[in-house]
């Protein structure tokens, strides 16, 4: 959808901002770092600085590494790029509407993956499939090091949690479905 179509389209989630509590728990997560560091360490992975924030794929340059950044900067972006997780996630989720917890994890997702990482995930969510969309995101918990596809281990705890809030709706969906037989 064109982002100008996107723009006029009113959403089932259109009036959803991530919680506070959400927020909280992705800085904690993230972890604030003030320089510019290759997230698998030394060379490898993805150019990032402060809340994880993705500077660029592909390690960090001879003159990024170590340049340093304050905590108002790191503020300011995590801010800016959770709202434009926001938009993203009201953007492709417009038919299903989401729970607090379901709205914060796609929020998560999207922060960590971007919108095409977390596409496949938006449109199962958007057709009802819960449990095919906890299932997506449980197994997105690999980053390309070198070329190479390597489970990042960090992503595995992150990833349970953002599906955490769709298996619990596709259990109720399943237990619903299973009483009216």
């Given at each position: 959808m064109g982002q100008a179509a996107s723009r006029k389209a009113a959403g089932a989630n259109d009036k959803l901002s991530m919680s506070g509590e959400a927020k909280k728990r992705m800085r904690r997560r993230?972890?604030?770092?003030?320089?510019?560091y290759?997230?698998?360490?030394?060379?490898q992975g993805n150019c990032t600085w402060g809340?994880?924030?993705?500077a660029h794929r592909g390690p960090c340059t001879k003159?990024?590494?170590?340049?340093?950044?304050?905590?108002?900067?790191?503020?300011?972006?995590?801010?800016?790029?959770?709202a434009h997780a926001e938009r993203i996630v009201r953007i492709n989720v417009?038919?299903?509407?989401?729970?607090?917890?379901q709205f914060d994890a796609l929020v998560s997702l999207t922060y960590n993956a971007g919108e095409r990482g977390?596409?496949?995930?938006?449109?199962?969510?958007d057709a009802g499939d819960m449990k095919g969309a906890a299932a997506n995101i449980s197994k997105m918990v690999k980053t390309k090091v070198k070329g190479k596809l390597v489970v990042a281990r960090g992503l595995i705890p992150r990833r349970k949690e953002e599906a955490a809030p769709f298996l619990a709706t596709a259990e109720g969906q399943t237990t619903v479905q299973a009483g009216q037989k």
């Open positions: 993230e972890v604030d770092v003030y320089n510019y290759d997230d698998m360490g030394p060379g809340a994880g924030i993705l003159e990024e590494s170590g340049k340093t950044v304050s905590q108002a900067e790191v503020d300011a972006e995590f801010s800016r790029r959770v417009t038919t299903q509407s989401l729970n607090q917890d977390a596409s496949g995930t938006f449109d199962l969510v």
